[in-house]
């Protein structure tokens, strides 16, 4: 099946009771049983919920996976993950990375004994330097939040089977519509729900994607251990969402491209990191592993001051000021007072991410509209 359709037709079944084409929400908490044992396949809520199902299944299909799982958040899922490890395990990890994940290993798992090491993960080297026999587990983003770096998958996967580690892939950046890690070789990969997959941001979601049976039994007693679900109504949102994934991603990719090279060509701007440029570090692995290079774009004026970032992100009016990707709206965000501002200023600007970096998510609106945005916008801050 083609993705296209895999998008609009994946987890979605005729109600049998009344033929509804959508999924219906089902809201309840419990189910009635015609005796101690005897049900339905369903008996509480936390564990099992109709809806969810449906969009587990569907998360399945357009990741190319067996099995789907959805938590109450990106972050939801992303501890899921880390419940599998114990004290004393080690984790390689992208040292440019969403700061929530950021947070969450430092903040939390790292007092209870897990051990993390961050890597620019485009170099192959740097992920094998630190591979010793407490590794257990290498966590990816590709592209990476907010610089666009690109990770090998298939040739990080190829090493993880070497020393029996697990991978994740973040792939929330990309979307399903771009991307399929687990088709490189990859064991798990998570998604923000909230992002590309909702598309609309009126929700907060996460989700797991595993092919090994085991592995997703595993996750799966984590999920109703641990309780991070999502209700019936935001996995209703979340499967409406993908069924215009497809044509959204495709318009999220044209508008990206366009006011990339719009941007690139901009006498005001420093540089522009996009992956789509032929001169990315990454671009040839980029165009190998993704369909297209998506709506993400992050910039940095050649006027390097806060002055001047503040004033252009405040100066946009299609552009909304706001944390979070991903939404048919485009948005423009500042990493190191927003989205990263959780990780400490001395690590973000030995990884690149500066003080004035602005990262951009380019919706479906108009793409000349948007470049009239930005230029408005760029002019008040060269003017400053």
Not at 174 to 201: E, F
Request: with cysteine; charged share 20%.
């Amino acid at each position: 099946m083609k993705k296209a359709t895999q998008f609009i037709h994946a987890g979605a079944h005729p109600d049998p009771s009344t033929g509804a084409i959508m999924t219906p929400i089902y809201q309840t908490s419990t189910y009635v049983q015609e005796a101690p044992g005897v049900h339905k396949g369903y008996e509480y809520a936390r564990s099992q919920n109709p809806t969810r199902f449906a969009l587990e299944e569907a998360l399945a299909v357009i990741e190319e996976g067996n099995f789907g799982l959805a938590f109450g958040s990106g972050v939801a899922a992303t501890d899921a993950v880390m419940k599998l490890l114990k004290p004393g395990d080690e984790v390689i990890a992208a040292n440019d990375m969403y700061g929530g994940t950021y947070r969450l290993f430092s903040k939390i798992y790292e007092k209870f004994g897990i051990v993390f090491h961050y890597v620019d993960m485009s170099l192959m080297g740097n992920i094998e330097a630190k591979i010793n026999p407490n590794t257990k587990l290498i966590w990816a983003e590709t592209p990476t939040n907010p610089l666009m770096n690109i990770a090998d998958i298939k040739a990080i996967a190829t090493l993880a089977k070497e020393n029996k580690l697990l991978l994740c892939v973040d792939n929330t950046f990309a979307s399903p519509a771009l991307q399929n890690p687990l088709t490189l070789g990859a064991d798990i990969v998570m998604h923000s729900a909230t992002k590309y997959l909702g598309g609309h941001s009126d929700v907060i979601q996460g989700a797991l994607v595993i092919n090994d049976k085991a592995l997703r039994d595993e996750l799966y007693f984590i999920q109703k251990s641990c309780g991070a679900v999502p209700g019936p109504m935001d996995c209703f949102l979340v499967l409406r969402g993908i069924k215009t994934l497809g044509i959204r991603m495709e318009r999220h990719s044209q508008n990206g491209e366009k006011i990339a090279h719009y941007l690139k060509a901009h006498p005001a701007v420093k540089k522009v990191y996009w992956p789509g440029f032929e001169d990315h570090p990454g671009h040839a692995i980029a165009k190998e592993q993704m369909k297209s290079f998506g709506g993400m774009i992050s910039f940095e004026l050649k006027n390097d001051s806060m002055e001047a970032a503040r004033k252009l992100l405040s100066s946009t009016h299609l552009f909304s000021l706001a944390e979070s990707l991903g939404g048919v709206e485009s948005l423009i965000n500042h990493p190191a007072s927003m989205t990263h501002a959780s990780i400490p200023r001395e690590e973000r600007i030995k990884n690149g991410l500066s003080d004035t970096l602005i990262r951009l998510s380019v919706g479906i609106e108009d793409a000349d509209d948007l470049i009239a945005d930005l230029e408005h916008a760029i002019q008040s801050a060269v003017n400053v």
